[in-house]
């Protein structure tokens, strides 16, 4: 690995590093590990919570700094750099962002809102295919709102206009869409890499993902990297340099990173 270069991989994870219907990545825990062990710098971007990504930091047995909520905070800098701050708030609380979409959205369209807390436990566990701790732990949400829109496609752009007049945005991710403040995995990737900046001089970053949500991200990074995912349609992305896998997750994942590295000179 060239010194002189410094690798940042901003990564989703359901669907692009874990597997999409088990949330598992057994089969490539030695390779991630052996990247961070040659100084690649790893930062979970996901929609995830803050205790759904610490489980996964445990699973992999890494305190990695990571993102959650689709932007809303950035965690744990200061793992990598003592002078680097612990947690970055980018999100008002779940409840004004709660308040606004009650009072600016129209009944009409609220109505084809279905707000995964208000479901039964079992449509839950149907929707997020999770249980127990998991689910418990997938909804315990401080800054974003997961909903399930039964709408058709011209309320859905109405509802997005109302949102987005109001300072708040849409994240559509595989399952749900979640309802956040003005913030985003790639605004918060820019923030982490213009702390980086401060001690690195030469950063080169992969970002990964397999959805919508993500697609910014992977305009913004060096080195694009798209896991494959069977409901998205290539013909619709225009990213430059974008790296694709036949490969769905979590083999997928270790299919695009390597072949970055391969197109950074960083795969010896």
Known sequence: MKKDVFVLIFTDLDGSLLHRTTFKFDEIKNYIKDLISKGICIVPNSSKTDSEILDFNKE??????????????????????????????????????????????????????????????????????????????????????????????????????????????????GRVINLCDNTGKVKSMKRVIKIFKKIESNIKVIAVGDNFNDLEMLKNSDIPCLVFNEEFKLDRINIENLIITNSPSPLGWADVVKKALVKLKLND
Do not use: W
Request: proline share 3%; with cysteine; hydrophobic share 35%.
């Open 60 to 173: 992999l047995g890494e305190n990695l700094p990571y993102i959650s909520e689709n932007g809303s905070v950035i965690n744990g800098l200061n793992i990598f750099n003592q002078n680097f701050p612990d947690k970055i708030i980018l999100s008002r609380e779940k409840s004004e962002i709660l308040k606004i979409f009650e009072t600016k959205v129209t009944e009409r369209l609220k109505n084809k809102c279905s707000l995964i807390s208000k479901m039964t436990k079992k449509k839950q566990i149907k929707v997020l295919g999770l249980t127990d701790d998991k689910l418990k732990k997938a909804l315990n949400r401080k800054y974003s709102i997961p909903f399930i829109f039964e709408g058709n496609k011209k309320e859905k752009e109405r509802l997005h206009k109302i949102i987005t007049v109001n300072g708040l945005t849409l994240q559509e991710g």
